[in-house]
């Protein structure tokens, strides 16, 4: 099963706001409400994010949101911060009872 | 403080085997699924296998079905997973964590990681 497809990278200044987006099918995104986002700096484990498409564990900044649309989650960083730079993964649930994820989006803060 | 404490990784040769464990702490352990996900040298995360809190259900990604085997016990509150006939495409970090609900759900608590190491 391939992984989620997501952007290898995206950047933004700081204060503003950027989009990464995750796509997959109607046999995981587009079908279950499971979808995952999660925060990676290098050498380290990742951090949750965003469960459930849109919900935010207690903690996250709320800078941090998710959405989804069909096929294709996404995940939204306003106000962007330079602590923001880091690796962000998607996940979500499948038709084949396993969880995929994403190959994972560098977020540069130029 | 909740934590997940991996140990039980290192250097062994392809077709070896190895058992990973997962010790929890300040948490209620047998609550909760609890997952495997590994990270290859310089590549993305992995899904690897996960397990129901009372342990009577297991799922794994098609890699490793028949070689890697996901078990609990929730009196010791350790996790872990049996890696047998290791090739070195299994070479990675291996991370446990938790569930925030069933397997399917966002994964909340992670350890640290323990890197294993397929090479001849």
């Known amino acids: 099963q391939s992984a989620l497809t997501q952007p290898a990278s995206v950047s933004g200044s700081p204060g503003q706001s950027i989009t990464i987006s995750c796509t997959g099918t109607s046999n995981d995104i587009g079908g279950y409400n499971y979808v995952s986002w999660y925060q990676q700096h290098p050498g380290k484990a990742p951090k949750l994010m965003v469960s459930d498409v849109s919900n935010r564990p207690s903690g996250v900044s709320n800078r941090f949101s998710g959405s989804k649309s069909g096929n294709t989650a996404s995940l939204t960083i306003s106000g962007l911060q330079a602590e923001d730079e880091s690796y962000y993964y998607c996940s979500s649930y499948t038709s084949n009872i396993t969880v995929l994820f994403g190959g994972g989006t560098k977020l540069t803060v130029l | 403080e909740e934590q997940l404490l991996e140990s039980g990784g290192g250097l062994v040769q392809p077709g070896g085997s190895l058992r990973l464990s997962c010790a929890a702490s300040?948490?209620?352990?047998?609550?909760?699924?609890m997952t495997w996900v590994r990270q290859a040298p310089g590549k993305g995360l992995e899904w690897v296998s996960a397990i129901s809190a009372s342990g009577d259900r297991t799922y794994y990604t098609d890699s490793v079905k028949g070689r890697f085997t996901i078990s609990r016990d929730n009196s010791r509150n350790t996790l872990y997973l049996q890696m047998n006939s290791l090739r070195a495409e299994d070479t990675a970090v291996y991370y446990c964590?938790?569930?925030?609900?069933?397997?399917?759900?966002?994964?909340?608590?992670w350890g640290q990681g323990t890197t294993v190491t397929v090479s001849s």
């Open positions: 964590a938790r569930n925030n609900g069933g397997y399917a759900r966002g994964m909340d608590v």
């Open positions: 300040g948490l209620i352990f047998s609550s909760y699924a």
